[in-house]
């Protein structure tokens, strides 16, 4: 459970253009007829979306994982204990979750999450064994007797099978090491962790605290995360590794790492940082993973302390680039600096240090602490770490430095579409949510123009929002109350619209003054900007209604501060 803004965000239904929502009754075993929110589809090949072109159109699956529909909101997580036992031979897995949750509402039915690939086995609360109905990846389960507002209460979900591998890292793999030795690990953020395990698979709820207990066969080791609590040798050829998460912590993050691990650790004052890597691995890791105490080390400057204390930071070496999982990074970055051994923004600054490392656990304290509450705000995560690694490059090395990585990222934009992407539908972001994001966060450093303010801006936005759920409104809201400034048109100009802003200069005939003023979007769109001269800069105010200034400089000489403002120009 996240406090304060999950609290008052109440479900919200976009109206997207060419669909149509409506309510839709479906059988139910008992022959009920649920009164399930659906959203109906009314002709999905001939939609056209106006500024979301290449957004996916949702399915059913989408509609029913991406909504926080009544089954959902009438609840409100509190625990799981995942235990589970992994068969790397036959590939599956067999165990329960336990869910604890406290109602919200009174209620007879609650929604979870399953692939259909695997099997529900039984789900049980206290002597009744309940019935469900399973719909794409829903399942909803149905309580015999109603289940009060403010009533906690905890079910076992028992399930089994042979979970898919799908996605971009595969959600779960069942693999080999290099040197043929068991390799399993779990990544599914873009698919959702109900690909392996039962949850209530969305981004609004979370869990206070988690316990994760993996059998597996004796001689390999499981690393999830949290705390290891121990392990223990169950008599039968497998051992069960016992681990405690004491923080509020997203579905996707929870993850298996089962192989043939050494572990070594170190210390950041109080923190314990544990390294996990292949055998073959462990001195060449070594090195590289003494990075993570300077990468702590420049987070906390600018957020705070990690924000996961209790569980510890890790480091675990995984068969793909890497991914955030809480207090237990995946890394599969081969030992090299930049990203998998390239310069990642090609301006000469990521070669000094291991992008995996700074960004996967920048998520640490954007992502994991402060999370979005629905995938269309992803940007939550992926800007603001993005950005993450720029303050990293201008805490170690300086700000030039740190605007010369960022201007690597400018290639890397689109503007096909907006960052925000549509909500309650499952939505996946266009990438731009990474570097635009940063290059927004910066543009806005220079709209603040005080970075004393600025880093408090940062600083109070993470303390405000850690171990939360929010939207992107809540940024906004906080940095406007904070600065003092109406930054609402700026934000939605760069988050709601594929355009970024234009500064358009109209050079007179004669020389001596220029008009300037913007083109954007937001009808209130007003931003300062600086021109003239590296060096020699003046800062206009521009609005979307023309202004014109003195000025000793042709059209050809007149620069823009791109460095510190991400704008398009436009001259004539
Ligand atoms: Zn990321």
Known sequence: MRYDTRMRLAPQIALPIGL???FICCQTSSGQQPSTPQKIDEKPKAQVRPNDAGAAIPTRFD???????????????LY?????????????????????FRMLHDGTRIQLDLDEALSIDKIILGNDSLKFERDTGAVFVDFPRTLRTGQVYSIDFYYSGHPKETGRFGGITFKKDPAGRTWINTACEETGASI?????????????????????????????NGHLLGKTDLGDGYTRWDWHVSYPINNYDVSLNIGDYVHYSDKLGDLPLDFYVLPE??????????????????YQHYFGPYPFAKDGYKLIEAPYSGMEHQSAVTYGNLFKNGYMGRDWTGVGISPRFDFIIIHESGHEWFGNAVSAADHADMWIHEGWTTYLESLYVEYRWGKDDALKYLSGYRP?????????AERDVNADPTEDQYFKGALMLNTLRSVVNDDAKWWALLRGC????KYQNILTEDVIAYFN?????????IFNQYLRHAAIPRLELMFGEAPGSVMYKWNADEPSFAMPVRVGMQGHWQTIHPTTKWQSMKTSLTKDELQVDLDHFYVDVSRQ
């Open 462 to 465: 993470y303390q405000r929002f």
């Open 412 to 420: 890397k934009v689109h503007n096909l579409r907006p960052i925000v």
């Open 481 to 489: 109350l904070h600065s003092g400034m109406n930054l609402t048109p």
């Open 20 to 22: 149509v929502y409506a």
């Open 196 to 224: 392996w395990w039962p949850n209530k698979d969305q981004w609004r709820d979370e869990v206070e605290s988690m316990d994760i207990s993996v059998a597996v066969p004796s001689g390999l080791t499981d690393v999830s």
């Open 281 to 298: 691995d462990l001195e060449r890791s070594k090195p590289q993973f003494a990075q993570a105490k300077g990468m702590i080390e420049a």
């Open 63 to 77: 509609m029913l994982r991406g909504s926080y529909g009544p089954f959902r909101a009438n609840n409100d997580l």
């Open 80 to 100: 799981y204990h995942l235990d589970i036992r992994v068969d790397p031979e036959q590939k599956t897995i067999r165990g329960k979750n336990t869910i604890r």
